[in-house]
């Protein structure tokens, strides 16, 4: 029996195995009102039957002017928060545990007309100039994330991961490059964890279930002038000891630039197997993870606990029936018997 394709309990979560969809964007909401549609049902139930075990869905904003493009889900009304209890049901019922990503862009938000940032301060110049938040801003996304978790919880959700990673709006404050403030939420790495912290406290307050934060562990910038991995290490810690469940480590995103470390599979499990040596709680690894025998080598070695997929998913949606006979193991068993024939 292989560690990928086996059962796996982590904290508030018993998992079917340990692949987990990863978070993909699919602007699939043609009529912008940021509801799942029927390809969100199909797209995430074709998946769940493929018997990832964790579905997470893709970055879901907390208000309109927190998506990335008016075409993402968003989860701030009640419309939104009904269609997503049924493909909440839908997932859970097919077996697989349901996931969603929720997230604000930040200065990331292409189509909103003035984005909220940290600091006045463009990704790139053909982005919208971002407005530096006001302390009531600050505390209107906060109450933002907060409802938006408690929609989510109340659609059924068996985990939530908050969007710390990309260069979006918790990793905008998180970086030493975009926040420049000067009040109580910048300035030290305690300062500019802040918002994240009164978010992860007051969502944990009143979520339940397993509640993850994936980070980016690397701007690609020199040491010195970004976070080092001892800076992460130490945001690892304070998020786990402010409720977190589970650290999802990418990388980039920030800046408007390429990466700058060398691209090969799992080239960001390095950064995953550091936040793991820092903090006590589960570390999933992302990132050309396509091969499952790299796969079962990174969780034998215990470099990280769960594996997440995402574009071997897009291409290949039985992804773990084909793993399961590269890695021999006779355990799996797809969705039923029909599927059963199409392993080979
Ligand atoms: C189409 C697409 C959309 C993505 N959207 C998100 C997202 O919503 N949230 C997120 O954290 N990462 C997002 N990502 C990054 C993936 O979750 C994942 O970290 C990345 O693709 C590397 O993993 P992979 O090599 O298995 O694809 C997206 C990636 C792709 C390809």
């Known amino acids: 029996m292989s560690k990928l394709l086996s059962p796996v309990e982590i904290p508030k979560l018993t998992l079917a195995n340990r692949v987990v969809m990863s978070p993909m964007c699919m602007y699939e909401v043609k009529k912008e009102d940021g509801v799942i549609t029927p390809f969100h049902l ?20 907390v208000a309109p002017d927190g998506r ?37 862009a930040g200065r990331k938000a292409t189509d909103a007309i003035t ?25 209107n996304v906060q109450e933002a994330f907060v409802a938006a978790c408690k929609r989510a919880a109340a659609s059924g959700v068996d985990m939530i991961e908050l969007h710390g990673a990309h260069g979006y709006l918790l990793s905008q404050f ?35 279930g ?17 976070n080092s991995i001892a800076d992460w290490q130490q945001i690892g810690q304070w998020l786990e000891a402010d ?18 470390i060398p691209i090969y599979d799992g080239y960001q499990v ?15 690894a992302v990132g050309l993870l396509d091969n499952p025998a790299l796969c079962e080598h990174i969780l034998q070695t215990g470099e990280a606990d769960l594996i997440l997929q995402g574009r071997s998913l897009l291409n290949q949606v039985n992804w773990l029936a084909q793993a399961a006979v590269d890695l021999h ?14 392993m080979k």
């Not at 075990?53 to 893709?58: D, T």
């Not at 982005?127 to 006001?134: E, G, L, V």
């Not at 509640?211 to 701007?219: A, G, N």
């Not at 409720?243 to 630039?257: A, E, M, P, R």
Request: one cysteine or more; aromatic letters at 8%; charged letters at 20%.
């Open 243 to 260: 409720g977190i469940d589970c650290l999802d480590v990418s990388t980039g995103g920030l800046l408007d630039k390429k990466p700058t």
């Open 42 to 61: 199909v797209h995430y139930g074709a998946r769940a039957l493929s018997k990832v075990g964790l579905v997470v869905i893709e970055a879901t904003a």
């Open 115 to 139: 984005p909220l940032a940290p600091s006045a301060l463009a990704f790139s110049d053909t982005y919208p100039m971002p407005h530096d938040m006001t302390l009531s801003d600050i505390n």
């Open 68 to 104: 990335i493009t008016n075409q993402d889900l968003g989860l701030w009304n009640d419309q939104q928060q009904n269609e997503l209890t049924k493909l909440i049901a839908l997932i859970q019922s097919f077996g697989s545990k349901a996931g969603i990503q929720i997230s604000h």
């Open 329 to 342: 193991d006779p355990t799996f068993t797809a969705y039923n018997g029909s599927y059963q024939r199409g």
């Open 210 to 226: 397993s509640l993850w934060m994936r980070l980016s562990l690397t701007d690609f910038e020199d040491e010195g002038r970004q």
């Open 270 to 284: 390095p950064y995953a197997a550091a936040m793991k040596q820092a903090v006590s709680i589960p570390v999933a």
């Open 174 to 208: 998180l970086s030493p490059l975009v926040n420049q403030r000067k009040d109580q939420y910048g300035g030290s790495l305690e300062n500019r964890y802040r918002f994240v912290k009164e978010i992860v406290v007051a969502v944990r307050a009143s979520f339940k």
